[in-house]
């Protein structure tokens, strides 16, 4: 059987730095906001090219926190709209709304899975303050149209980057005029993935960064003196640690990751299936590769027949789950017909070569 994604198989290349890391930190005896997180947050700012990087437990609190912080530095107050696209996954509209703001949603483009810019200005109210774009499968929003519109309306821009460490947006350190910041998840299968929840939040803006590595920290910077009421979302000790092992192997292990992706995209040739957009540009990390066909679940079984296991991401949009029963009418066609459609394929930095020519055997005779 093909995996999906082999965990295991991933961090057991790093398993002997894995074990020194845990022995360092066991010596040290701090295992809270010690000199691994400093570091690792050292580490990430200048991987991303970001002045300020702020560790936090995981990738979701990295949205809310980002939230908090704009709305106690006066920017935002609850009730404000957040543009949001309308196909992804469920916890980007949960920061949102664990900030006490609304999610206003907008169509993706069908070719990228990405928020359509063009649909957005006709989403501006007098309320809105923040554009969400989620980089999707490891694909870059159009970000420059983006930052335009957030500067023609004086918005802020949180990109949700959980899925797209390394994607490399080269005009984001201009001076774009244009507050921004950056949530990532270091969730164990994501491109940079720790042994258990992390996330991180990169950015430029000082005044932000100060408020942020208060508020992770239960609104104190100095001990027992609080500034702000705050939480309890450290990144932990440990997962930094493991994290400062894996970070100077990211490039090389998504140049894998866009080499499969490559032979996917130029091998497959089957009549029955969509492959996914890519410009060849280093926008694109390929988390997941995402294909599109009719009868999906056709599909699946026919891939698990024959040893090839994928998944869906994701089955169902987010205004038509349960939880969300006051949106559960509305209708976004573009997200419904991609949640009907899309399927992953296997794709992981240690998948051989033999193992993709398998899927792409065994797709080309479906
Ligand atoms: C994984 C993910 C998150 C949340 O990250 P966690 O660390 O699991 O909280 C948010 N947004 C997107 C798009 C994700 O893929």
């Not at 908090?68 to 916890?91: C, F, H, R, W």
């Not at 664990?98 to 483009?109: I, R, S, Y």
């Not at 984001?172 to 998840?185: I, P």
């Not at 492959?275 to 079984?301: A, C, G, K, M």
Request: aromatic letters at 10%; hydrophobic letters at 40%; charged letters at 25%.
């Amino acid at each position: 059987m093909i995996k999906f994604l082999d965990l295991q198989k991933i961090n057991a290349q790093y398993q002997d730095e894995f074990h020194q890391k845990m022995q360092l930190v066991l010596d040290k005896g701090w295992f809270v906001l010690g000199d691994e997180v400093k570091q690792f947050e050292a580490n990430f700012a200048n991987y991303t090219n970001s002045k300020y990087c702020i560790g936090v437990g995981n990738g979701l609190d990295a949205i809310v926190l980002i939230f908090k912080a704009y709305i106690q530095l006066g920017l935002m107050q609850k009730g404000d709209e957040v543009i949001v696209p309308s196909n992804t996954y469920i916890a980007s509209i949960l920061g949102v709304l664990q900030a006490d703001l609304v999610p206003v949603f907008v169509e993706p483009k069908l070719e990228t899975f990405n928020i359509n810019p063009d649909l957005i200005s006709e989403k501006i109210t007098s309320k809105t303050r923040v554009i969400l774009p989620v980089h999707l499968y490891g694909q870059l929003c159009e970000m420059d149209k983006i930052f335009e519109i957030a500067k023609q309306h004086n918005l802020i821009v949180v990109e949700d980057a959980a899925q797209s460490h390394g994607a490399i947006l080269e005009f984001r350190n201009q001076n774009l005029e244009v507050r921004n910041a950056q949530a990532y998840s270091f969730y164990p299968g994501k491109n940079l993935g720790a042994l258990g929840d992390a996330g991180a939040i990169t950015t430029n803006d000082e005044e932000l960064a100060k408020v942020l590595f208060s508020l992770r920290n239960y609104g104190s910077e100095k001990k027992y003196h609080n500034e702000f009421i705050g939480v309890n979302s450290r990144l932990d000790e440990i997962q930094a640690a493991f994290l400062n092992v894996k970070l100077p192997f990211l490039n090389e292990e998504n140049n894998n990751r866009k080499e499969i992706a490559n032979r996917y995209l130029s091998e497959i040739k089957n009549d029955k299936i969509i492959l996914p957009y890519w410009d060849f540009s280093n926008n694109h990390v390929f988390h997941l590769f995402v294909i599109r066909t009719e009868n999906r679940e056709v599909l699946q079984d026919y891939l698990k027949k024959n040893e090839v296991e994928t998944m869906i991401h994701y089955p169902i949009p987010p205004h038509k789950q349960k939880a969300f029963e006051a949106w559960n009418n509305l209708s976004f066609p573009i997200s419904e017909k991609i949640h009907d459609e899309v399927l992953s394929l296997p794709i992981s930095p240690i998948m051989t070569d033999d193992e993709v020519s398998k899927v792409i055997q065994v797709l080309n005779q479906y």
